[in-house]
């Protein structure tokens, strides 16, 4: 690995992470990590950059470029200035809008790789996860859902929808912290507000943590689920309060199906474990990240191509995930999306 070059990780509050980057944080384990890692930069730089240095490769944690190094950065952490195009970009997308000025860019889930320049890698598994305590065998009891209220779809949290649950004997609790601890989960819930083209660039994370757990998984229709599902075994789809109450009670009545879902996540979690995720790190590192960045120092277009990149930038609309327009606003985004990265479009169609 001597030959290899520098991968320079960027956390833009590295500042509360000084402890990892430091040589000896080496021997920090990501499960100790666990109550930290919350957000997307933590989820993807943090544990890429810990997991990869333990491998032995050339890596360092920092809060900005570096015109020597292969900068790895999540979207959130990206600020745009004149001299950008004299740096090597991987961008990690996850959910939130292209980037355009990196090089490469790394998505979440295979409906958002949108030109040669995308790359799927699976989302990590939760660290520290704590799997559901196993002396509750086949009780269906408590279902969970794991994530802020906020992107809880509002028609689950009606007054309706929770007194159908009771007459089921069933508890539906919201987790907003503690997404690692699973003791007491049985049913995991996963169907989240958004619009369409948000949901459709998320991760199956919710699932493969669920398949980690030892529990049943409902989800919202969505690519990032419906890409991985390779049984009805996998989880069970719905969309709204009557198809999740449908589905609850198909788990509650049949609970050989319950027993054999629960197996059939833990043979599928296998190909989701975070030494199989690293593998996949380091074959995009390998086969791909390093031929272009040697490209990428013998080439002489880089400023044009980034004056290009930002132009795309401008046409695709700023914050067009994170704070969708709606109406006639919405169809006008689309339009732009679909004249910058026409498959975006018409994936999701």
């Not at 809880?152 to 987790?175: C, V």
């Not at 994170?322 to 999306?337: H, I, N, T």
Request: one cysteine or more; proline letters at 5%; charged letters at 30%.
């Amino acid at each position: 690995m001597d030959n290899m070059p520098v991968i320079n990780f960027i956390h833009g509050d590295i500042d509360n992470w000084r402890d990892v980057a430091a040589d000896d944080g080496i021997d920090i384990s990501l499960d100790a990590l666990a109550p930290r890692i919350k957000l997307g930069r933590e989820i993807w730089i943090v544990q890429a950059f810990q997991l990869l240095r333990k491998k032995g490769y050339k890596v360092k944690l920092t809060g900005g470029l570096d015109s020597g190094s292969i900068n790895v950065v999540h979207c959130d952490d990206i600020r745009i200035f004149p001299d950008l195009w004299r740096y090597f970009i991987v961008s990690v997308r996850a959910d939130r809008d292209p980037a355009f000025v990196s090089q490469l860019e790394i998505v979440q889930n295979r409906y958002s790789v949108w030109s040669d320049d995308d790359f799927y890698i699976p989302h990590w598994p939760q660290p520290g996860l704590v799997p559901r305590d196993a002396r509750r065998g086949e009780t269906v009891e408590n279902v969970v859902y794991m994530g802020k209220r906020d992107n809880l779809d509002k028609q689950l949290q009606s007054t309706e929808f929770l007194n159908q649950l009771r007459r089921l004997n069933l508890n539906f609790i919201i987790q907003e912290s503690e997404w690692w601890d699973y003791r007491e989960a049985d049913v995991v819930l996963a169907v989240r507000a958004g619009a369409p083209f948000y949901l459709a660039i998320k991760p199956a994370s919710k699932v493969v943590n669920a398949w980690h757990a030892g529990c049943a998984a409902i989800v919202n229709p969505e690519p990032g689920y419906r890409e991985i599902r390779e049984s009805n075994l996998d989880f069970l789809e719905a969309g709204c309060p009557e198809t999740v109450v449908n589905a609850l009670k198909m788990l509650k009545q049949d609970r050989n199906l319950y027993f054999r879902m629960i197996n059939n996540g833990y043979l599928r979690a296998e190909n989701y474990t975070t030494e199989k995720i690293s593998q996949e790190w380091i074959n995009l590192l390998e086969n791909e990240v390093f031929y272009r960045y040697r490209e990428w120092l013998g080439c002489r277009g880089r400023k044009l191509r980034y004056w290009k990149a930002l132009i795309k930038r401008r046409a695709w609309g700023t914050r067009a995930v994170q704070d969708p327009p709606k109406g006639w606003r919405e169809s006008l985004a689309q339009f732009r999306r679909g004249l910058v990265s026409p498959n975006s479009v018409r994936k999701l169609a």
